[in-house]
C-alpha cells in the first residue's frame, strides 16, 4: 500500500522558512514523478515543483529562486525547503508520486505566512 505522508508546515512570518517533508511508504522515490502542490482558499490546485526520475526539477514561476525541492532515495522523501515567505505562498501543500501505474497524494500540510 501506497501512503505519503506530508509533515512541517505551520504557521510563519513573512521572510521566513519551512522545510517541507514528504514520506512515503509502499514506492521508490528515485523512480516516481514526484511534485509538490498547494492549493490555496478559493483557488484551484497548482503545481509548485517537480523532481522527475531522471532529468532536472522544475518549479512554477512565483516560486524560481526562493523554494528547492530535493529528493532522499534512501529514506524516500521528497523534500521542499522554501525560502523568503510571503503572504500569498499561504495554501494546503500537497506531496504527489506519479508513475504509469498509479498517481498517489498524500492529506497535505498547511502553510500559513502571516505577521
Known amino acids: 500500500q501506497v501512503q505519503l505522508v506530508e509533515s512541517g508546515g505551520g504557521l510563519v512570518q513573512p521572510g521566513g522558512s519551512l522545510r517541507l517533508s514528504c514520506a512515503t511508504s509502499g514506492i521508490a522515490v528515485k523512480f516516481y514523478f514526484m511534485g509538490w502542490y498547494r492549493q490555496a482558499p478559493g483557488k484551484q490546485r497548482e503545481l509548485v515543483a517537480t523532481?522527475?526520475?531522471?532529468?532536472?526539477?522544475s518549479y512554477v514561476d512565483s516560486v524560481k529562486g526562493r523554494f528547492t525541492i530535493s529528493r532522499d532515495n534512501v529514506e524516500n522523501t521528497v523534500y521542499l525547503q522554501m525560502n523568503s515567505l510571503k503572504p500569498e505562498d499561504t495554501a494546503v501543500y500537497y506531496c504527489n508520486a506519479r508513475d504509469y501505474a498509479g498517481d498517489y497524494w498524500g492529506r497535505g500540510t498547511q502553510v500559513t505566512v502571516s505577521s
Open positions: 523532481f522527475p526520475p531522471i532529468g532536472d526539477s
